[in-house]
């Protein structure tokens, strides 16, 4: 019987190069339904017997993590059956004992004793206990509970940042198709660099790439969640016209190949050199496509394929963004849309209080050990201006972030920078003026393509020095001063 590709993500940790997923079970399970658990790890019985023996799940679908204990408790489930699931903490303190109970509640949910990958979301990097976080996450790994460690949505600039930092990340987990190519660029290159897989959701776009929307007119209404979200994707490209001439691409590549349009789009997906494996959803008890997912693994994309897809996509427009800014930044491409209140809704990272004594100048600490000694404050606002001090990639109790990591030092920098700015009632759009400190100039490329990144819109004036010598071990610091409007 075929079976799907298989591949190694990570050292022991072989799975099905199509990974079942089961965010659907919170979909199934609204209006206060529950999904029957065992006739559901039943229907995952049947996906594993067919090759489909990877799962991913979140600690809020729904009762996903509950529904895969059973089945990997049950007779259904082989030697090579393998969970991922993921925590998606609130932003805040991220303490030894509350990222241990949160891992705890998906190991008794998965009743078992490590997890296969435990993937983490971080919502807003302005918040910058996710160092913390992926710390905990790590010592979690070292005494056994987690196999390996992955990430979800996470942009480039802050996947550097874990990695440099010494965290044992395997796998990011992103929005990859045809509609959302934006992982084919900076992202996979830095995963090939330091060995890291993707693993590829959203590749049929919420079902827009598949023959049922060939030739259709363009919906006025979508009441499903996961469409109204792809659909987004596909007026930011360049909207319905420029899916069609994709769709009719797709139709004649796939009729060459005897496949469908799914079939195509997916294994332009799975060609891409940093994925691992690509995450179908999967409505458990309702309906599957396991024999046409099959199809997959019968034919190959030659040259002209290529070329072809290429041409359809000629005048489109990019996403905008990195991986992941969907969910952190304006113009917000999610089901929801607009995350600005959810995201304002989280606790600043830094809290801002009055100078006594001087009506309309308010002041940031940020704790550090110097800002008493040395008698100066993270940052201040005086009237409609902000001035930040010098900034370091310094987290928790005084540690460096990303040791010998320019560019990883300089993202962490720049968060700390905004997350100051915000609790001033400033943001880095307000920013008018930039220095950056180098103990290197030799390293000025990642500094200032870092700093290029978060500044390409706002272009303050700006200034780069070579010192002597930083006070600590840091490879640059960073101040900042802004006007608000």
């Given amino acids: 019987m075929k079976t799907p590709e298989r591949t ?29 658990p065992v006739a559901s790890a039943e229907a995952m019985a049947d996906y594993a017997a067919a090759g489909f023996d990877t799962f991913d799940m979140a600690d809020h679908y729904g009762s996903a993590e509950v529904i895969t204990g059973h089945f990997l408790r049950g007779a259904g489930a082989t030697p090579r059956s393998r969970a991922f699931t993921k925590w998606c903490p609130t932003p805040g303190p991220m303490t030894t004992e509350l990222v241990t109970a949160g891992i705890g509640r998906s190991l008794e949910r998965l009743q078992v004793g490590a997890i296969d990958l435990l993937q983490f979301h971080w919502w807003t990097f302005q918040h910058l206990d996710y160092i913390e976080a992926l710390e905990e996450l790590k010592a979690l790994k070292e005494a056994g509970a987690i196999r390996h460690l992955g990430l979800t949505n996470f942009d480039t600039d802050h996947l550097r940042v874990a990695v440099k930092h010494g965290i044992p990340i395997v796998s990011n987990q992103v929005s990859f198709s045809l509609l959302d190519r934006r992982a084919a660029g900076d992202m996979t290159d830095f995963c090939l660099e330091n060995g890291v897989r993707l693993l590829a959701y959203g590749t049929l776009g919420g079902g827009f790439l598949t023959d049922a929307w060939l030739g259709k007119s363009e919906p006025v209404s979508i009441p499903d969640w996961s469409k109204s979200k792809y659909k987004r994707f596909i007026d930011a490209i360049g909207g319905w016209p420029v899916l069609q001439r994709l769709l009719q691409t797709l139709s004649d590549i796939g009729k060459k190949h005897g496949a469908s349009i799914a079939n195509v789009a997916t294994r332009w997906v799975l060609r891409q050199p940093a994925v691992a494996a690509i995450i179908v959803g999967a409505r458990l008890g309702e309906r599957e496509h396991r024999a046409d997912n099959l199809k997959l693994f019968s034919f190959a994309l030659d040259q002209g394929d290529l070329a072809a897809i290429e041409t359809s996509l000629s005048g489109s427009k990019s996403i905008p963004g990195d991986c992941g800014d969907e969910y952190r930044k304006p113009p917000f491409l999610t089901a929801s849309g607009d995350l600005s209140h959810h995201l304002e809704s989280i606790p600043k990272f830094f809290a801002a209080a009055p100078v006594p004594g001087r009506p309309g100048r308010m002041r940031v600490f940020s704790g550090s050990e110097w800002e008493p000694i040395a008698g100066y404050s993270r940052a201040v606002r005086v009237g409609n201006r902000i001035l930040v001090s010098g900034t370091t990639a310094t987290a928790g109790a005084g540690k460096v972030v990303c040791p010998g990591d320019v560019g990883g030092q300089t993202v962490f920098i720049l968060d700390k920078l905004a997350a100051s700015l915000a609790a001033l009632g400033g943001s880095l759009e307000d920013v008018v003026r930039t220095r950056i400190y180098l103990a290197d100039a030799g390293q000025w490329e990642p500094a200032s393509r870092a700093h290029g990144r978060y500044f390409r819109d706002v272009l303050p004036a700006n200034t780069l020095y070579e010192i002597g010598r930083l006070v600590g071990d840091y490879l640059v610091e960073i101040e900042a001063e802004a006007v608000v409007d």
């Avoid at 799975?15 to 339904?33: H, M, N, P, Y």
């Fill in 8 to 36: 190694t993500l990570a050292p022991g940790l072989e799975i099905s190069r199509i990974v079942t997923g089961l965010w659907q079970v919170a979909d199934q399970e609204r209006d206060g339904k529950t999904l029957d």
